[in-house]
């Protein structure tokens, strides 16, 4: 019996790229993107702040993509960055804007993400404390109950403030609890503190908190940087979808990081989240959005990233690092910028 030869490696691997190939050209065109955000609004209406909501006011990836049948679908997530992260594990979003730590711890564990954007730098925030304590310090701080709502991004700027301070997590009793949560529980008096951004301004106006400290104070140290991941899958399966994207966003960019746009800016968000404009006046006062949303993934926002995940990683967040410039896939935000005005102030860290 003549045996018929097996098939060798090198011919076997060409057939399964081909298989590949073709499975990929029959496969369903995109007739959805999906975007995840953390939910920061307080009432009934979601808001992701920042560029999210100029993108959603002007419905500008719907007109993008609208002439493709290719709908935009925004889905907004109380749980912040650790439910982000189990839908883009689970292949339920293709884009995330995100703060940096869940990024980070995405990342980390495995999870096949894409850094294509920065799309906050240096963001502030605030040390909020019962009235009358006379804590001034995180020094003074210790073994109190500190909120903190962990997996997200401020879990990781506490962590930085308080290795900037030469303190640790360990020093102080943490309870874990979302921004209202926390705001609630130390109106209540049943916390000394939370770490947080803006939405405590609000307490203070009501005389339910004193806000002695901010990330200003400490030069920069713990001020949150976030980014727009997208996932690898899709990223590679649609490179053209996800160029289109990130330069349909930049006109949007261009407008927010106009100092002049800032009341305009803070109305809108104000409108959304349900958070009173003297609140978000307040805290975008002294800060220039021109520097805060500048979307380049250049040195100095890489480079801060890196001391995040290495500061991470000590804090033992993250089991593993990595290497930051390795996770950036600047060839989009690049081509975009090059076809717009977008970059014209490149912004220094602060940190």
């Known amino acids: 019996m003549i045996r018929t030869p097996s098939l060798s490696f090198p011919r076997a691997a060409l057939t399964l790229a081909a298989l590949l190939v073709s499975s990929l050209a029959m496969a369903e065109p995109v007739k959805e993107i999906r975007i995840a955000v953390p939910d920061i609004s307080a009432g009934p209406t979601p808001s992701g702040a920042g560029i999210v909501d100029v993108l959603r006011d002007r419905q500008t990836l ?4 609208e002439k493709d049948g290719i709908k935009i679908r925004w889905d907004f997530f109380k749980g912040a960055g650790p439910a982000i992260n189990e839908a883009l594990a689970n292949n339920q979003e293709d884009f995330a804007y995100l ?6 711890i995405g990342k980390a564990g495995g999870l096949d993400t894409r850094l294509l954007s920065a799309t906050a730098r240096d963001v502030k ?11 001034t310090t995180l020094e003074a701080l210790k073994g109190k109950r500190v909120a903190i709502f962990r997996g997200t991004a401020t879990q990781l700027s506490f962590a930085s403030a308080l290795a900037h301070q030469g303190l640790q997590e360990s020093d102080y009793k943490v309870v874990n609890l979302d921004y209202n ?27 339910l908190a004193e806000l002695p400290l901010t990330t200003v104070d400490l030069d920069g140290a713990g001020s949150m940087q976030a980014v727009l991941l997208g996932r690898g899958a899709f990223v590679d399966a649609h490179p053209e979808l996800v160029g289109r994207l990130i330069k349909a966003q930049q006109p949007a960019i261009t407008w927010l990081r106009n100092d002049e746009h800032k009341q305009d800016y803070i109305n809108l968000v104000s409108k959304l989240a349900s958070f009173p404009a003297d609140i978000l006046t307040t805290d975008a006062k002294d800060q220039s959005l021109v520097k805060i949303f500048a979307p380049q993934l250049d040195a100095p926002f890489l480079d801060n990233l890196q001391r995040s995940v290495d500061l991470a990683l000590n804090a033992k967040l993250i089991r593993k690092g990595f290497e930051v410039k390795n996770w950036a896939q600047p060839s989009f935000i690049n081509a975009a910028l090059q076809s717009t005005d977008a970059a014209s102030q490149t912004p220094q860290a602060s940190r």
């Open 99 to 104: 703060g940096d730590l869940p990024a980070i």
């Open 62 to 65: 719907e007109k993008e993509f």
């Open 181 to 207: 949560a926390a705001n609630a529980a130390l109106a209540a008096k049943q916390i000394d503190a939370t770490w947080s951004g803006a939405g405590v301004i609000a307490l203070k106006a009501r005389g």
């Open 125 to 135: 925030l605030y040390l909020a404390v019962q009235p009358g304590s006379g804590i």
